[in-house]
């Protein structure tokens, strides 16, 4: 980081590096802590500033009250004085803290930057987060240690027997055909199947596995007459279009032969209008699903999800609702899954949020529960109240949606100090096993498909652009997760047209063969718990190193318009190539390299 030079309110030059802070190194422990805990943060400071009292200054989030704690200078360092404070922390929750410097009738503010350093300013901007938790969630190893492969059923392999139509649905012959671009009839467009089926995934496990699959991410399986079955109809049935509970059953035993285990959308927020639940209430206040909804005028006026009159919102807070969905939940658990992905999340309340996932841990304690949260999910608001996913009660992870913003503003825009950024608030806000789950993905169900992403006028640029925006993603600290085609080449807009048949026969083979290979670096344990660290950032190329013990992968990438020469310090090969490389790589624009250890 260039020594920049800033104007505090002293109407002296201070210097950046004058006052030496970053949490990912100067605070022990690393990352949230825990109640009852202490944490020590070390400021350094450089002797010349003349600063004559140092401050700590700490926020609770909850009440906003405010401390500020003298820090006193414990050593020296060259030119820097040294300066710390031990906080111990004895509730659960959320604080912020800066420091707060004074000379004679001066002061000035030492605040977060972007990269999550400190520069010295005349009035408070960022400050930095501290989470504390209650006690840690237990990680999925199984989820952990390999590849998620997340799958949209219809749309990813009709089985050897035809599916059987049903009532309310339109049965497409032409797999892979064209979506219908002609309409904005949401309705006619959600009863449009495919016919993929949960028998024409297990026909397919052998495939799955080859791209180093450990866990399969299903879409939802529940009844229902809409191809995503998001509206479930009854959630105590697999789909008949899907092969019932008979095809579950038997995919839960195939994948745990093949070394996989299978996660469900869990859809707990609403159901569909059609539902069995809905349908009863709405024929009589008597129902015993008449609470179950909310109402503002009944039976025509009631809470739905973000105004869709198809999907009437699930009272959470209501008893019976939360006593049917734990029941339903501990059967498909007790099936064998590994656990299950929360849709919407950020709309199930505490009390609701919970017993879902009392009831998930108690069939299986280290069940993974994976929640659809967008944003930073450590400091999340939603619907103006601090969600605490990671307190030991809730979420063992997320969606990393932080991750896969930033890597794509990389790849397109050169933006290597984002991408940077993002990874230091994920050490610095995210527990460990937390990070150990993160669901790493560049498209999902809800997005474009990334080879759409990254295409401007040149196919070429984006296959180049893909394999470096994958290559972040593996190395990145989480599990990296394929949407079912990424790895085929298959590409398809906004949903629903991200959500196209699997082009069977007609994969690209380069990209398979890549997404292969990079299966294949999943493999190693360093990925599993290794350190992660951002050698170099800037000017549109990113170096990141993981290492454990003196195992190391190094992952350089040049998305500037110059070249860059990348210097090597020890002994290492190309992944690639399987090549030693000494001394230094030459890397033009859009070129990559992944460096591992040679043994």
Excluded at 20 to 32: A, D, H, M, V, W
Excluded at 210 to 216: M, Q
Aim: net charge positive.
């Amino acid at each position: 980081m260039a020594a920049d030079k800033v104007k505090v309110v002293t109407g002296i030059e201070e210097s950046k590096m004058d006052y030496i802070f970053n949490p990912l190194n100067n605070k022990t422990p690393q990352g949230p802590s825990r109640t009852g805990g202490d944490v020590v943060y070390t400021l350094k400071v450089k002797q010349h500033t003349g600063a004559e009292n140092v401050f700590f200054v700490l926020t609770d989030d909850a009440d906003k009250s405010k401390k500020e704690i003298k820090m006193p200078v414990v050593g020296r360092e060259n030119d820097y004085y040294i300066y710390q404070v031990t906080i111990n922390y004895k509730n659960a929750g959320l604080y912020w803290y800066y420091f707060k410097v004074t000379k004679q009738k001066y002061k000035w503010y030492l605040c977060k930057t972007p990269l999550f350093e400190v520069e010295p300013i005349g009035q408070v901007s960022a400050s930095f987060a501290q989470l504390v938790n209650e006690k840690p969630l237990v990680p999925n190893k199984q989820m952990g240690s390999g590849v998620l492969y997340h799958i949209f059923v219809d749309r990813f392999k009709k089985p050897n027997t035809p599916a059987v139509s049903k009532p309310g649905i339109r049965l497409r012959r032409d797999w892979g055909g064209v979506l219908d671009k002609n309409t904005d009839d949401m309705l006619l467009i959600n009863k449009e199947h495919f016919g993929g089926s949960l028998y024409g995934i297990i026909d397919k496990l052998e495939y799955i596995k080859s791209l180093g699959a450990k866990t399969i991410y299903l879409s939802p399986i529940f009844e229902s007459t809409s191809y995503h079955k998001y509206d479930a109809a009854d959630l105590d049935q697999i789909d008949s279009m899907f092969g019932g509970n008979a095809a579950f059953k038997n995919l839960v035993s195939e994948a745990k032969k093949h070394g996989i285990g299978i996660i469900l959308d869990g859809v707990f927020n609403h159901v569909g209008s059609d539902s069995i639940y809905f349908k009863d209430a709405i024929k009589s206040k008597d129902s015993k699903y008449y609470d179950w909804f909310t109402f503002q005028k009944y039976p025509d006026k009631y809470s739905c999800w973000w105004g869709i009159e198809t999907l009437p919102q699930l009272n959470g807070n209501n008893p019976a609702v939360q006593n049917f969905v734990t029941e339903t939940i501990g059967k498909y658990m007790s099936a064998g899954i590994l656990g299950f992905r929360l849709d919407v999340a950020d709309e199930l309340s505490d009390t609701y949020l919970d017993k879902i996932c009392a009831r998930i841990r108690q069939v299986k304690p280290d069940a993974l529960v994976l929640g659809e949260v967008w944003e930073d999910a450590a400091t999340k608001i939603a619907y103006e109240k601090r969600r605490f996913y990671f307190n030991g009660k809730q979420l063992n992870s997320v969606m990393n949606y932080p991750l896969k913003n930033a890597i794509i503003d990389f790849v397109v825009n050169g933006n290597a100090d984002g991408l940077a950024s993002t990874l230091f608030m994920l050490r610095d806000h995210y527990p460990k096993e937390v990070v150990q789950n993160l669901m790493n993905f560049l498209g999902t169900h809800d997005t474009k498909r990334i080879l759409t992403v990254l295409r401007e006028s040149s196919v070429d640029l984006a296959i180049k652009r893909l394999k470096i925006a994958s290559a972040i993603q593996y190395c990145a600290p989480g599990v990296p997760a394929v949407f079912y085609g990424d790895e085929a080449g298959v590409t398809g807009g906004d949903a629903p047209f991200c959500r196209v048949c699997f082009p069977w026969g007609k994969e690209d083979k380069e990209i398979l063969k890549w997404y292969r290979k990079l299966g294949q670096l999943r493999a190693g344990d360093i990925f599993t718990d290794g350190d992660c660290n951002v050698l170099f950032a800037h000017n549109g190329v990113f170096i990141m190193e993981r290492r454990k013990g003196k195992q190391r992968v190094i992952l350089a990438a040049n998305c500037a318009r110059e070249d860059f020469r990348l210097n090597i310090d020890s002994p290492l090969a190309d992944f690639e190539t399987g090549k030693a490389v000494k001394d230094s790589l030459l890397l033009k624009p859009y070129d990559f390299v992944i460096l591992t250890s040679v043994s």
